[in-house]
């Protein structure tokens, strides 16, 4: 017997067990959003990304918090919560007119998300951003 042939249930177990690790990854930027805004505005879009391989990723609040102000991110255009499938992303976002002044740039970091086990997960500012793109979350039911 190999070493190989040994260690195949141990490696088997330990790889189906990180199949089932949930990685979520959250990350906000500014940007301009139009459609279905009318007319567009600046905002924080907030992208929510499922890094496991198997495993759906359920999002169920969506945080703005900075200093004593905290407020749910509300959007009617994007439903909560979300289911998102492996590997897939979902986004949504907080228009700047709901926020002060001094929390309308340099904010990338202060959003949180919410999944459904309760586990939080706290933005981080988004790099590589392009100069254009469409948000393209599922459709309501």
């Keep these: 017997m190999n070493v190989l042939d040994a260690t195949a249930p141990i490696l088997g177990w330990l790889w189906k067990l990180l199949g089932l690790m949930q990685s979520v990854d959250v990350t906000a930027h500014v940007a301009t959003v ?50 998102i499938p492996p590997e897939g992303v979902w986004y949504t976002w907080l228009g700047h007119k709901a926020l002060l002044p001094e929390f309308q740039s340099g904010h990338e970091e202060d959003f949180f998300v919410r999944l459904s086990n309760e586990r939080r997960v706290r933005s981080r500012k988004a790099t590589d951003i392009p100069v254009a793109g469409i948000m393209a979350n599922p459709p309501r039911q």
């Design 34 to 83: 139009g459609e279905p805004v009318n007319p567009p505005q600046r905002a924080y879009v907030v992208t929510v990304t499922n890094r496991s391989p198997s495993r759906n990723t359920v999002v169920t609040h969506v945080l703005f918090m900075a200093g004593d102000t905290e407020i749910s991110v509300i959007n009617p255009d994007v439903q909560l919560p979300a289911t």
